[in-house]
């Protein structure tokens, strides 16, 4: 049988695939079962942020592999440790909870409000605000937290204790927060929008937010699974905006291919969890940690400044293409609106050996923090001529 045979007859069928089975690559250059060639312009979204077989990361996984690979958290390891010591010094935050994924973070983020809420301002402030369109994650709590209906409809009841208000909408986000006698816990955003369409939060509305929330005690979390590890030419894309938020998750890039979420607690939250109130039995990985510390170890001024300079050149060339109707995004976390369906566009590129991805009804780029100008004008050039057809 073929694999992609095999694949749908016994893996739970909840994805919907591309009919290409990726075998092997480098850097971001991917092959399928045929040898052809694929230039990556999703790093798995957005995922292997220094993308295929990294050296110096699999070099630092595989030594850690060499001495222990899972420890359970009843021991030190030394990764863990030193990631932990690395996030902090680099973010100014105080402690680190280690997850395996971008829903796990979020969940320790959620955890965090509420424990400081019910300790700090009574049982019934629980409420977390999230925006429409957002995308928190899996879990059924992460669930309630996406504030996009359709993900809902079935999973009924879902944690309670969520609203919704519209992205960049300050006079709703502080009304329904009135509305709820100011007893809400915590706001929770993505300031690009990944899986929404890569919508852009503006200054005006993410420091008016934090404004509000300093003055009113509801904690600021910034889930930064997607646009965290220099993805938006920031080490965390709230850099970008000079607010502090009290809670950051992240996940996805930071682990550069393996499964490593993170909520980061600033000086405000970090004696919130005590002995017993959080877990994880993989959280925190030796091998993960060991891999991550080369990727954030490596997210530098320069190589921050070379993730700009490439979103530049995307942001001029798409711009003025044909068939292109807007481009919106942040360093490397691209979304392009294209006057074809975005699906057609995606197919036609996949033939023509790039991958992208899509959000929305938009074309969504997420290529390696290190993709080599060369392949970056190749993966353009054939995307235009997608859009132009
Ligand atoms: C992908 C994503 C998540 C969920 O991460 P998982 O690792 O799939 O659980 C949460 N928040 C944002 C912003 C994401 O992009």
Known sequence: MEIKQIDQM?????????????????????????????????????????????DVWMSAVTEQLGHVQ???????????????????????????????????????????ARKYAAEKRGADVYTILTLQNSFHGRTLTTLAATGQDHFHELFQPLT???????????????????????????????????????NVLTEEFVHGLCAYAEAHDILVIVDEVQTGNGRTGALYAYMNYGIQPDVVTTAKGIG????????LMSEKVEHVLRFGDHGSTYGGNPVC???????????????????????????????????????TGMGLMIGVKTE????????ECMEHGVLCLTAKDKIRLLPALNIPMELLKEAIAVLCAACAK
């Open 289 to 327: 940690c060991a891999g991550a510390q080369t990727v954030i170890d490596r997210i530098d001024d320069a190589l921050l400044a070379e993730v700009k300079e490439k979103s530049a050149y995307i942001f001029d060339t798409l711009r003025h293409a044909n068939g292109v109707e807007s481009v």
């Open 340 to 347: 074809k369906p975005a699906g057609e566009v995606l197919a």
């Open 256 to 263: 550069g291919g393996l499964p490593l979420g993170a909520a």
């Open 160 to 198: 309670p204790g969520f609203i919704h208000t519209p992205a960049n909408d300050l006079d709703a986000l502080i009304a329904a927060t009135e509305a709820q006698d100011n007893k809400i816990a915590a706001y929770m955003i993505e300031l690009v929008q990944g899986e929404g369409g890569v």
């Open 70 to 112: 899972h420890t359970s958290n009843l021991y030190y390891t030394a990764p863990c440790a030193k990631l932990a010591k690395t996030l902090c010094e680099r973010t100014g935050m105080k402690k680190v909870f280690f997850a395996n994924s971008g829903a796990e973070a979020n969940e320790c983020a959620i955890k965090v």
């Open 10 to 54: 016994y893996v739970a069928n909840t994805y919907k695939r591309f009919p290409v089975e990726i075998v092997s690559g480098k850097g971001s250059l991917v092959y399928d079962e045929n040898g052809k060639r694929y230039i990556d312009m999703g790093s798995g979204i957005a995922v292997n942020s220094f993308g295929i077989a990294d």
